[in-house]
């Protein structure tokens, strides 16, 4: 079983920027890849963005490319995601996952709420 907690949520004005975390414990010696997902009200949980945990190949959804970064410190286990050029629609709950080559694992942390408004 993996544990994942995220960090770094808040209000942020349309244009801003803001870092969520997310730290892995537990059973990691099996995590392929880290990835953000993000889930609206009254929406379905989509994915924004995922990195590989040993080469770093990363991947975005179209919504967020060219603003969003993702990155990870394999030493400390931790997931990061750069927000930049945030957007009302970028409200959500943020949400950290892992999975191997098969596929995500269903373990999810408590999530970060994310709110651009002005």
């Known amino acids: 079983q993996v544990q994942l907690v995220e960090f770094g949520g808040g209000l942020v004005q349309p244009g801003g920027s803001l870092r969520l975390s997310c730290a892995a414990s537990g059973n990691i010696s099996t995590i392929y890849k880290m990835g953000w997902y993000r889930q609206a009200p009254g929406k379905q949980r989509e994915l924004v963005a995922t990195?590989?945990?040993?080469?770093?190949?990363?991947s975005y959804a179209d919504s967020v490319k060219g603003r969003f970064a993702i990155s990870r410190d394999n030493a400390k286990n931790t997931v990061y995601l750069q927000m930049n050029s945030l957007k009302p629609e970028d409200t959500a709950v943020y949400y950290c996952?892992?999975?191997?080559?098969?596929?995500?694992?269903?373990?999810w942390g408590q999530g970060t709420q994310v709110t651009v408004s002005s």
């Open positions: 996952n892992v999975g191997d080559y098969g596929g995500w694992y269903p373990y």
């Open positions: 990195i590989t945990r040993v080469f770093g190949s990363t």
